[in-house]
């Protein structure tokens, strides 16, 4: 459960330890993207946003990090729930057009990979298409909750104790301890939006892939059809947070996890993020740099590095 502080600055965006003046300009600046949206002051710190409030970047890992310590446990049934399972399809069609384990055996990362479902995928699909039992895929996530949830869940299949399957506890942000030139597949399935800086994580990204190492995101996006975008946006707001609050207790959460995918950058702007990060894509349109899947609502970017 999320801390009745966390709830508050949820509802109200109130919950920072900076100065009263420092809390009221941040409010009042509401970010458009989760790309840090001032430059620093000394009196203004920099802002970033959460969901829809706007909050000092320095707190919103912890508020992050609260939201999945308070989703964890609840967090497969709650996807299952709220996208009527079809978040599974979307993860299948993620990983099965990265055809993992075609070329020979592949080094990969998940990002942000909490209870372990694209990096299952990656090594059932390397297996089942393949026969190949030494693709390995080191899942990284901020949260220990999260992962603790994925290594409970591994526990259950055959990669459990091998060399196929790690756990690490990072911030995608700063993956010192990768090294530099050392995957070939890079992945972050709904993980990107919640990080504080976009750009950072990218430059991560870039920096721990090998030549012509793959970086592929699965993203809630932006829906162009204006009919299905009103239907989406009534369901997201009206329903998710009380099925939050019937299913898990939380709706607080679910609220901020809804708002966040609104303010993740729309699919052109998050496709030139990728190649200013230094990475080649497709053509700058859907279907080339980027695919949507169902209209929108969530996207599959690629890029590779040259
Ligand atoms: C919506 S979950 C997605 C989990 C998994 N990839 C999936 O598709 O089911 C988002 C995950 O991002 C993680 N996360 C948030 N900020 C992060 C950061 N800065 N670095 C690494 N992981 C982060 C959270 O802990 C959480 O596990």
């Given at each position: 459960m999320l801390s009745s502080s966390t709830k508050q600055a949820l509802r109200l965006g109130s919950r920072f330890s900076r100065p009263a003046t420092h809390i009221a300009r941040a409010s009042c600046a509401r970010a458009s993207t989760s790309a840090p949206s001032n430059p620093p002051s000394p009196e203004q710190p920099r802002t970033t946003s959460f969901g829809f409030r706007t909050v000092p970047e320095d707190a919103k890992e912890s508020l992050v990090k609260e939201v999945f310590d308070s989703v964890a446990s609840n967090y497969d049934l709650m996807n299952d729930a709220t996208s009527f399972g079809v978040h599974r399809l979307w993860k299948d069609s993620f990983v099965s057009g990265l055809k993992?384990?075609?070329?020979?055996p592949m080094k990969c990362i998940d990002v942000a990979g909490g209870t372990g479902d694209i990096a299952l995928r990656i090594l059932d699909h390397a297996r089942e298409k393949y026969y190949d039992r030494e693709t390995t895929v080191d899942i990284a996530d901020i949260n220990a909750e999260m992962l603790k949830e994925g290594y409970r869940r591994f526990k259950k299949t055959m990669y459990h104790n091998t060399p196929q399957v790690a756990f690490h506890e990072a911030n995608a942000q700063e993956m010192s301890k990768f090294p530099d030139n050392s995957y070939d597949l890079y992945t972050i399935a709904f993980g990107i939006r919640n990080c504080t800086s976009i750009p950072a994580v990218l430059k991560e990204a870039h920096r721990i892939l090998k030549p012509g190492g793959t970086f592929a995101c699965l993203e809630f996006s932006r829906v162009t059809n204006p009919v299905l975008n009103s239907l989406y946006d009534q369901y997201s707001f009206s329903v998710i947070p009380v099925m939050g609050t019937v299913l898990a207790g939380d709706s607080a959460s679910y609220q901020y996890l809804v708002e966040s995918i609104r303010k993740f950058p729309p699919q052109p702007e998050f496709a030139q993020m990728i190649r200013d990060a230094g990475f080649a894509t497709g053509k700058h349109e859907e279907g080339g740099a980027w695919t949507d899947l169902w209209g929108g609502i969530a996207c599959i970017h690629k890029g590779v590095k040259l």
């Open positions: 993992p384990g075609r070329k020979g």
